[in-house]
């Protein structure tokens, strides 16, 4: 048996969306608006920093402890506590040092844009596009009759026949949902790393602590549903909503930052 050319089809449309969309999205705003590489640079650092180095593995650690073990069978505390306000928290706080410190310099809508572009762009990259490049790796080795050849003190024979059928058995569909989940997660970081800034350039906390609320609802509902054996294209629905919801903040907040750009301005030449 063969993975379905479909499915490859699929796998690469993920692919390019990961990829080539926030890459893509990155060089056009950067020639068009002149976008802060550095705001690119640092958002990606962030989450490599807050998620990757420290949320994960402290998340990981817990994991073997007896009491959170228990606490994680309650679907409230999973979805609501882990799920989304620890995402929520480790996230939105970088942003906020991220804005405040390495990036007070330059703070304006499109660098708001341009660190949600990092920010959310290294996610997909890191979460989904690395498991969708080892996907597509191992079904080109079983259409070529290869991936056998794999197995070793590395894979073992159980692991390896796992694999193959996953890959050969899952529906091609379900191969376009991580890219198209992370296309609207993008929008939804590039929105939520404009409310960080907003409240920064306000000078307001509180706008941190909207935030991270913000990003536990998103979160917290997605991994309910799951978790319910709703469809996996009703919580893509939910996601894609949301992700509308964050495009017309993102369009429609660009003049307040104007306002408050001219207005900093304005003080800077009175002083």
């Not at 608006?33 to 650690?61: D, H, N, T, W």
Request: glycine share 8%; net charge neutral.
């Amino acid at each position: 048996m063969m993975v379905s050319q479909l499915s490859l089809v699929f796998m690469i449309c993920s692919l390019l969306l990961i990829f080539v969309f926030p890459v893509g999205a990155a060089v056009y705003l950067y020639k068009k608006e002149r976008i802060s590489l550095k705001a690119i640079g640092i958002g990606a650092l962030i989450f490599i920093v807050f998620q990757i180095v420290i949320r994960i593995p402290l998340l990981a650690f817990f994991s073997d402890q007896p009491w959170f073990q228990e606490l994680m069978q309650n679907l409230l505390f999973s979805a609501v506590l882990v799920g989304g306000l620890s995402a929520g928290l480790f996230e939105e706080v970088g942003r906020y040092l991220a804005f405040r410190f390495p990036l007070k310099q330059v703070l304006s809508w499109k660098n708001g844009v341009a660190y949600g572009l990092g920010h959310g762009g290294i996610e997909a990259m890191v979460l989904v596009g690395m498991t969708y490049i080892n996907n597509i790796i191992i079904s080109l080795m079983i259409n070529a009759g290869t991936f056998e050849n794999l197995i070793g003190p590395g894979l073992d024979a159980a692991t390896a026949e796992m694999v193959k059928n996953q890959l050969i058995n899952t529906p091609p569909f379900y191969f376009i949902v991580g890219g198209l989940e992370r296309f609207f997660t993008l929008f939804i970081q590039i929105g939520l790393s404009l409310v960080v800034l907003y409240g920064v350039m306000k000078r307001k906390i509180s706008y941190l602590f909207y935030a991270i609320l913000l990003h536990t609802l998103v979160n917290a509902p997605a991994v309910i549903l799951l978790e319910r054996g709703v469809s996996i294209w009703w919580v893509e629905l939910f996601v894609l909503l949301l992700a509308v919801i964050a495009v017309v903040w993102i369009i429609r907040s660009r003049p307040l930052f104007e306002q408050l750009t001219t207005l900093e301005e304005d003080g800077s030449s009175k002083d």
